[in-house]
Nanobody, 126 residues
Framework: QVQLVESGGGLVQAGDSLRLSCAAS????????MGWFRQAPGKEREFVAA????????YYQDSVKGRFTISRDNAKNTVYLQMNSLKPEDTAVYYC???????????????????WGQGTQVTVSS
């Protein structure tokens, strides 16, 4: 079992930045690819970004490329999502997820992630 706890959400204005954190516990963190997903009110959950177990491979949804950066610190069992130039359409509950993988890759497939956090709210006002 892996437990994931997100933090860092909040209410900001358009153009501001936030850094989300996701702390993992329970299993060897470096065995897991990590992903961030989000769900806005009335919409389906969508992929945001993912990072491989080494941190060497990352993958982003097109709408956040150049604005968001995913990173991880395996010594701290933590994955981060740095969000810059936030837009009102980024408003959502953000979830981190962990996928126990056999190779060093990042992916967007939500159904393959084994563990999920409880989410943290990000609200961007215009």
């Amino acid at each position: 079992q892996v437990q994931l706890v997100e933090s860092g959400g909040g209410l900001v204005q358009a153009g501001d930045s936030l850094r989300l954190s996701c702390a993992a516990s329970g299993r060897t963190f470096s065995n897991y690819a990590m992903g961030w997903f989000r769900q806005a009110p009335g919409k389906e959950r969508e992929f945001v970004a993912a990072i491989s177990w080494s941190g060497g491979n990352t993958y982003y949804q097109d709408s956040v490329k150049g604005r968001f950066t995913i990173s991880r610190d395996n010594a701290k069992n933590t994955v981060y999502l740095q969000m810059n130039s936030l837009k009102p359409e980024d408003t959502a509950v953000y979830y981190c997820a962990a996928d126990e993988v056999r190779r060093d890759y990042a992916h967007e497939y939500a159904h393959e992630y084994d563990y999920w956090g409880q989410g943290t709210q990000v609200t961007v006002s215009s």
